[in-house]
């Protein structure tokens, strides 16, 4: 069955994204994925004839069945991952649901879960320790107890403007995001830093973590602030990002706790299986632990 594409259908998509109060992030993301299939429709000759008048030129009506939709999963599988890939049909999916082109689904591709850690993406206690003193000398305080307060709460970077004077207060954050309410607990001796950073810079309520606006710092000031501590830290900086701060303290809880299902709720996951990505050891660990399992035999010793 052949179907009509056109970008209207993305604004009303756009609008049924907003009452299903999925977060900025995510409707941009899926109306990127939607108008880069558009454009693809439309190299592959499948515009729309006689489409109507003021549609944008680089995004006109195009025609679309099963055949181009499983055309474009081959493109993108040889130019992207496979979680890339799966993201990126995961919002055409969703769409053509709304449309009620069931027709037009197609599979996401399978993943088998990997057994190690990437080591090369590991950031080390001592290395978020060495960012830590870096902006301390820097005299970036704010940055420095950013990354302190979410190293050692494990919340995502978009709760950070849950972390408040009145949180620090009561010594935990209520954090409310995509429908789910959960509590944080902050350590007794962060909410002394974050109270004393408060008070010396005049934020009486709300917020802590802002901008000299006013406005709560978001993912892209925290990212530049911190690539920019990498160098003179010592540090890659391709291990430096906010998420690795989570990814740090569900490992080091892990490792002092192994309680999967308690870290779960900690780090606010619906599903366990997601909180099995961060208690992956490295490469390096595991065949340290293979190797000394020692079942090999050694022909100098006698039965």
Not at 36 to 57: C, H, I, M, N, V
Not at 108 to 121: D, G, N, P, T
Not at 272 to 288: C, D, F, L
Request: hydrophobic residues 35%.
């Amino acid at each position: 069955m052949i179907h009509y594409m056109e970008e209207r259908q993305l604004v009303q998509f756009q609008k049924t994204l907003l009452e299903e109060e999925k977060s900025l992030r995510t409707m941009e993301k899926y109306l990127r994925d939607l108008r880069d299939f558009l454009r693809y429709a439309k190299e592959q000759g499948r515009t729309a004839d006689g489409a109507p008048s003021g549609q944008s030129a680089a995004l006109p009506p195009v025609l679309v069945d099963k055949e181009l939709v499983i055309r474009y999963k081959a493109g993108l599988m040889e130019r992207y991952k496979v979680t890339s890939v799966n993201s990126m049909l995961a919002a055409l999916n969703h769409f053509f649901k709304e449309q009620g082109w069931y027709d037009c689904l197609v599979r996401l591709l399978r993943i088998q879960r990997e057994s190690c850690r990437r080591e090369e993406r590991e950031l080390s206690r001592e290395e978020y320790f060495r960012l830590v003193r870096t902006a301390e000398k820097r005299g970036n305080r704010r940055l420095s107890l950013l990354m302190q307060t979410l190293c050692s709460t494990g919340i995502r970077i978009s709760e950070l403007p849950f972390i408040t004077v009145e949180a620090a207060r009561r010594r935990s954050a209520v954090v409310c995001l995509k429908g789910k309410i959960r509590k944080v607990i902050l350590p007794e001796k962060l909410c002394v830093y974050l109270l004393a950073y408060a008070s010396g810079r005049g934020i009486d309520g709300g917020s802590i973590f802002i901008t000299r606006s006013g406005r709560p710092m978001d993912r892209s000031n925290v990212l530049h602030e911190m690539k920019a501590l990498a160098e003179e830290a010592g540090v890659d900086r391709f291990r430096v990002f906010p998420h690795n701060l989570r990814h740090l303290f569900a490992c080091t809880y892990y490792e002092m706790e192994k309680d999967l299902s308690h870290l779960a709720d900690i780090l606010g996951h619906s599903s366990i299986n997601t909180t099995r990505i961060y208690t992956m050891r490295s490469g390096k660990k595991q065949a340290e632990q293979i190797e000394r399992l020692d079942f090999l035999w050694n022909e100098k010793e006698t039965a």
